[in-house]
């Protein structure tokens, strides 16, 4: 595994126009006004005054252009596994192919111990996944006491928007893979090999890394 400081997630230029070409094939713009069907237009009730506003905006994703699922996130999906392994992550990763009925938005990923959690709105643990394996009740009953966490708690990261659905997936694979690979010593908060420590916080840190890539070189290079 490549030491942290020597990563450098990049892509090159004939790979980078690759995959723009590939994420203009599952960005659709939306359809205009006059192309919906009254069921599907919005109405507002109410008036606004646009006398004092000199600017309106409107988001782009999933509003003015909506993505094809679960192709988008295939292809997302692909490329992160892509430039992790070129950063020292195991060739066998490759193998790993995306699964659209396992993430869920709204996550909670425990950076400490590695688990994904279903969390209601105030704070208590429904379910908890390491990996891909489901967590028993005594055992989240130790990790977290009473079943509870603080959402504010740094130690924790909410995936809630659809772009998180292939990081969900990813991270509970590369966890999976880690955990039961024979040469792998799994560890409270990461796992070992020789004197390597591989922290579930420094895997989930390398992936974040990732996702800026696609975010500013990828998405940013596109004109849709």
């Known amino acids: 595994m490549a030491k942290k400081q020597s990563l450098n997630f990049s892509f090159g230029n004939d790979e980078l126009e690759s995959f723009v070409n590939q994420y203009k094939s599952v960005a659709v713009k939306e359809m205009t006004h006059s192309q919906r069907s009254i069921d599907e237009r919005v109405y507002v009730n109410r008036t606004v005054n646009m006398d004092k506003i000199h600017f309106v905006g409107f988001d782009m994703d999933y509003t003015l252009v909506e993505y094809k699922s679960p192709e ?9 596994v892509k430039l992790l392994m070129r950063n020292g992550y195991p060739e066998e990763l490759a193998q790993l192919q995306y699964d659209a009925s396992f993430p869920l938005r709204g996550l909670y990923f425990d950076r400490i ?3 994904l959690l279903k969390v209601d709105c105030f704070g208590n643990i429904l379910r908890c996944i390491h990996g891909f394996e489901h967590v028993a009740g005594n055992e989240i009953e130790r990790l977290y006491p009473n079943k509870y966490v603080q959402p504010s708690e740094d130690r924790f990261y909410i995936l809630n928007t659809l772009f998180h659905l292939p990081e969900t997936y990813i991270i509970a694979a590369i966890i999976d893979y880690f955990d039961h690979h024979p040469d792998y010593e799994k560890t409270p908060e990461g796992v070992r ?3 390597l420590l591989l922290s579930y916080k420094s895997i989930y840190q390398d992936l974040r890394s990732v996702v800026d890539v696609l975010h500013n070189e990828v998405l940013g290079s596109c004109n849709l």
Do not use: K, P, Q, S
């Open 193 to 195: 090999r020789g004197t």
């Open 113 to 115: 111990y590695g688990n």
């Open 72 to 80: 988008y996130e295939i292809l997302a999906f692909d490329m992160m």
